[in-house]
């Protein structure tokens, strides 16, 4: 078991060199950054053109009020307020126009480390690749927006239905998330793959996300400090780690299927090195 479990381990050291999985990880992880602030904004412009400023009022500011600075606080509600009180018709149109550039740009960099996970080379033209990544960021943008807003709203629901709504918060969210890796790994790479073994590495991804979702959830509402100048930079740097992380999360889980699949296949994949199948 020993020798088994050496040999996984070397496996993955190996995998990770030859397919540069840190070195993607880090490009998809830049492209994602960029797009929290478009985001941010494409999502308050949203709610204040669709009527729910209490989602702010009730659930957002109330939770982040009590880590930030008297005056920082005060600075971002009358910002966001203001928001709410013009029209955000130019806004939401700006916003989301620079939200799906980058997160197209990190569906791009996604292309190129499955693709190297496949050892595919893509010739597709740059208009078809550039059409699927704006399509492909337009769904994930919404399934990850969609289970943001179902995990938060959901959360604070109370009453005789605090149970329920616990419950269906993370059946949604996870519906949602699976469908968008789901879009992603079937339509990113040049050279599709069995759906056989998709599950699997879906599975790590989304639960994996869920855990370092919920961590970094906990940091900020009872660790974090906004209120000093420390307590700020670490928070940016938790939130670097945990898109990094992530980041990381999914180029294991595609190598995961990529492994599966050769093992259906008849080749020496992780199967057979955990196990002891073959040499």
């Given at each position: 078991m020993q020798n088994r479990l050496?040999?996984?381990?070397?496996?993955?050291?190996?995998?990770?060199?030859r397919h540069e999985l840190l070195d993607h990880a880090s490009a998809i992880a830049f492209q994602v950054l960029k797009s929290v602030i478009p985001l941010t904004l494409l999502g308050?412009?949203?709610?204040?053109?669709g009527g729910q400023q209490h989602v702010w009022r009730k659930t957002i500011a109330p939770a982040i009020k009590g880590h930030?600075?008297?005056?920082?606080?005060?600075?971002?509600?009358?910002?966001?307020?203001?928001i709410f009180s013009t029209d955000s018709t130019g806004l939401i149109v700006f916003a989301a126009f620079l939200s799906l550039w980058y997160i197209s740009g990190a569906v791009r960099a996604v292309m190129g480390a499955v693709n190297q996970i496949y050892e595919a080379e893509d010739k597709r033209s740059w208009p078809i690749r550039y059409a699927i990544?704006?399509?492909?960021?337009a769904c994930?943008?919404?399934?990850?927006?969609?289970?943001?807003?179902?995990?938060?709203?959901?959360g604070h629901v109370g009453g005789t239905l605090q149970v329920v709504a616990q419950i269906g918060r993370w059946i949604g969210a996870i519906a949602l998330l699976a469908v968008a890796l789901g879009l992603l790994v079937r339509f990113a790479p040049a050279k599709h793959r069995s759906k056989k073994w998709i599950s699997a590495g879906s599975a790590l991804v989304i639960v994996t996300w869920i855990g370092a979702t919920l961590i970094f959830e906990?940091?900020?509402?009872?660790?974090?400090?906004?209120?000093?100048a420390t307590g700020?930079?670490?928070v940016f740097l938790v939130l670097i780690g945990y898109v990094y992380t992530s980041s990381i999360i999914?180029?294991?889980?595609?190598?995961?299927?990529?492994?599966?699949?050769?093992?259906?296949?008849?080749?020496r994949g992780v199967l057979h090195v955990l196990f002891g199948y073959g040499k």
């Open positions: 050496r040999r996984f381990v070397q496996l993955w050291i190996d995998l990770f060199a308050l412009a949203i709610l204040g053109a930030l600075q008297p005056a920082t606080s005060h600075a971002i509600n009358i910002a966001v307020e203001k990544s704006f399509g492909l960021a994930i943008a919404l399934g990850v927006i969609g289970a943001l807003l179902v995990a938060v709203l959901l906990l940091f900020v509402s009872h660790v974090a400090n906004f209120k000093t700020e930079l670490a999914l180029m294991v889980g595609v190598e995961l299927d990529e492994l599966l699949r050769e093992d259906t296949a008849g080749q």
